[in-house]
C-alpha cells in the first residue's frame, strides 16, 4: 500500500482553511480557558448553538478565577439551556483544583490536564494543541468521521483496532509545528465539507486522499449507530406554594439535571391512555396514584397532593419521550422522613434568578396569575 502523503495533505488542507475558517470566538487568541470552556461546551452540542452560550458566559467568568469563586448556582444560571449539566459542575470543580493547584494558571502539562476534573483524553489534546500549539492528536466527531472516509474504515470505529487505528492517524497527521491550526482546520473540514449525511466531495480540497472517495463507499462510513427505540412515560409536577413562596428542589447528583433546580416532580405510576384526558379526569387519576405521591414523600419529606391541572406539554430527554403534567398541589405536613433532595421555599425573585431545568423553566411561564 503507498504511503500516505503527509506533507502534501497539509497543504492543500491548510490553504483551504485560509479561506475557509469558522470565526469562532474563542480561536486565535491563544488562551486556554477560553479553549477549555468552549471545547467542554461543544460537547454533545452544535458549534451554533455553543456561540452565544460562551460569549455570555465569559462575559460572566472572564477568567479561571472568577469562575472558582462563583458558587454553583450561579454558574449553573449562565449554562441553563444547555443540557448535560454534568459538564458545567465538572467545569466549576476543575476551575477551582486549577486555583489550588496551579495559581489559577492553566496547566500546559498534559498529565495535569488531563486529570483535571470531566476532561478527557480529546479534550486534553484539543487544548494544548490549539493554545500551546502542543503536538497532541484529537477525535471528537467530526474529524472521527473525516479519518474513517480517509481510511476507509468500516464497522464501529468508536472502539477497539479501528479506534487506536484512528488515533494513530490523527497523530501522523499532525506537524512538529503548526498542529493547532491543522487540528482546526480538520475540525472544520469535517464540519463544513465531509458532513454526516451529505459529504461535499466535489469541493474538498484532500478527496484525491480519500480511499472511501475512491471507492464509492463515503456514504457508508461510519457504520449508522443502531437506533434505540424511544421509551414513553408520564411525569407530573406540582406547584406548591405557601406564604407568597414556592417549593422547590434540587436534582440529585447523578440524575437527569443534577445541580439545578426543579418543581417537585415524579414519573406517574398510573398509566394514562394516549388520547387526550378532560383536566378534571387526569386530576383524578394524579389524586388515586398513591405510589407518585410515597415518590413526591420521598423525594421532599413532605406529604404533597395534587389539585387542579395547569398545563401539559411534551419533551424528549435522550431515549425517552415524556408528557409532563403540571399541576397545583398542597403542602399536608411533614412526612416525617428525611428528604432524598435538598428543598427550599424561595420567592418570586429567586424563582427567576435560581438555575431551572429546561422544562422547569418553561413551567414558570404557565405559572396562575395573581
Not at 491543522?182 to 465539507?193: E, K, R, Y
Not at 389539585?307 to 408528557?323: A, C, D, F, M, P
Not at 432524598?340 to 424563582?351: G, K, N, S
Request: proline fraction near 6%.
Amino acid at each position: 500500500m503507498q504511503a500516505f502523503p503527509f506533507a502534501l495533505f497539509r497543504r492543500r488542507l491548510i490553504r483551504w482553511y485560509n479561506q475557509n475558517a469558522r470565526p469562532l470566538p474563542w480561536r486565535d487568541l491563544g488562551n486556554p480557558y477560553y479553549v477549555w470552556v468552549s471545547e467542554v461546551m461543544l460537547q454533545q452540542t452544535t458549534t451554533h448553538t455553543v456561540q452565544g452560550y460562551f460569549d455570555r458566559f465569559i462575559t460572566a467568568f472572564p477568567t479561571v478565577q472568577s469562575l472558582a469563586e462563583a458558587d454553583l448556582d450561579t454558574v449553573n444560571r449562565h449554562w441553563e439551556g444547555l443540557g448535560y449539566y454534568r459538564r458545567c459542575a465538572l467545569l466549576h470543580r476543575a476551575a477551582k483544583e486549577i486555583v489550588a493547584r496551579f495559581d489559577g494558571t492553566f496547566p500546559d502539562k498534559f498529565s495535569d490536564v488531563r486529570h483535571l476534573p470531566g476532561i478527557g483524553r480529546y479534550t486534553a489534546g484539543a487544548i494544548l494543541s490549539i493554545a500551546f500549539d502542543q503536538r497532541w492528536p484529537i477525535l471528537e466527531a467530526n474529524t472521527l468521521r473525516l479519518h474513517a472516509r480517509l481510511l476507509a474504515v468500516k464497522g464501529n470505529i468508536m472502539s477497539g483496532e479501528a479506534n487506536a487505528r484512528l488515533w494513530q492517524f490523527a497523530e501522523e497527521l499532525l506537524p512538529r509545528r503548526g498542529s493547532g491550526q491543522v487540528n482546526q482546520a480538520l475540525m472544520d473540514l469535517g464540519s463544513l465539507i465531509c458532513t454526516a449525511r451529505s459529504p461535499k466531495c466535489a469541493e474538498c480540497p484532500v478527496t484525491a486522499f480519500c480511499e472511501s472517495a475512491k471507492q464509492g463507499t463515503q456514504h457508508e462510513i461510519p457504520t449508522p449507530k443502531t437506533r434505540v427505540p424511544k421509551e414513553y412515560t408520564t411525569e407530573a409536577a406540582l406547584l406548591v406554594q405557601k406564604r407568597g413562596k414556592t417549593l422547590l428542589i434540587r436534582s440529585p447528583d447523578g440524575g437527569r439535571w443534577a445541580g439545578l433546580w426543579d418543581f417537585p416532580r415524579a414519573p406517574l405510576t398510573t398509566e394514562l391512555p394516549t388520547r387526550e384526558l378532560p383536566k378534571a379526569e387526569i386530576s383524578v387519576k394524579l389524586a388515586a396514584d398513591t405510589a407518585w405521591h410515597h415518590r413526591l414523600s420521598a423525594l421532599t419529606g413532605r406529604k404533597l397532593l395534587p389539585g387542579r391541572l395547569i398545563h401539559s406539554l411534551k419533551h424528549s430527554v435522550t431515549k425517552y419521550k415524556i408528557t409532563l403534567l403540571f399541576c397545583e398541589g398542597k403542602d399536608a405536613g411533614s412526612a416525617y422522613m428525611e428528604p432524598l433532595c435538598e428543598t427550599r421555599w424561595v420567592t418570586e425573585a429567586e424563582l427567576r434568578e435560581l438555575p431551572l431545568n429546561s422544562t422547569a423553566r418553561k413551567l414558570t411561564e404557565r405559572l396562575p396569575k395573581k
